[in-house]
């Protein structure tokens, strides 16, 4: 049983971004990556699951991409404030999929809110300028 319910957390809680792109999903995959990286993320793992699923258990799956962005600065500092423990939840995912052809949903959530929910994270005043650091780099992304 969960120490609470899940279905109360504000989107805003766990730092929840989504946007809708209407272009290919190649094309949405490349933008992601140009944004991120001009936002100060490296990308340095990326996968489709949907790829993997469709070959290994035949699941017809639609597109579907994760980028996994990082930004060497907030990930030191966040190791540090977190005792280690946030790097489980490294790298910070950003997932693209096909909603319909041509029209692409990236979604993202703040690792760092999820780690400090989850209690892995502390809930101090570090932690809270190391979010609102990663949270503005997000939003110029």
Known sequence: ML????????????????????????E??????EV????GFGVP???SPSEMLNE???ANRDPYYVLGACNPEMAD???????ERIGA????NVVIWEASPGVQ????????????????APDDETMAGIIEDTGELVEEA
């Open 105 to 120: 949903t990236v979604y993202h959530v703040s690792i760092m809110k999820l780690a400090r929910l989850a209690g892995m």
């Open 56 to 58: 290994k258990v035949d």
């Open 77 to 83: 500092r966040a190791l540090d404030a977190s005792e």
């Open 3 to 26: 120490p609470f319910d899940p279905a109360t957390v504000d989107p805003e809680d766990i730092g929840e971004h989504r946007a809708t792109l209407e272009m290919s999903h190649e």
């Open 36 to 39: 991120f990286t001009d936002a």
């Open 28 to 33: 949405a995959i490349e933008h992601v990556r």
């Open 45 to 47: 793992t990326e996968f």
């Open 89 to 92: 939840l490294f790298p910070c």
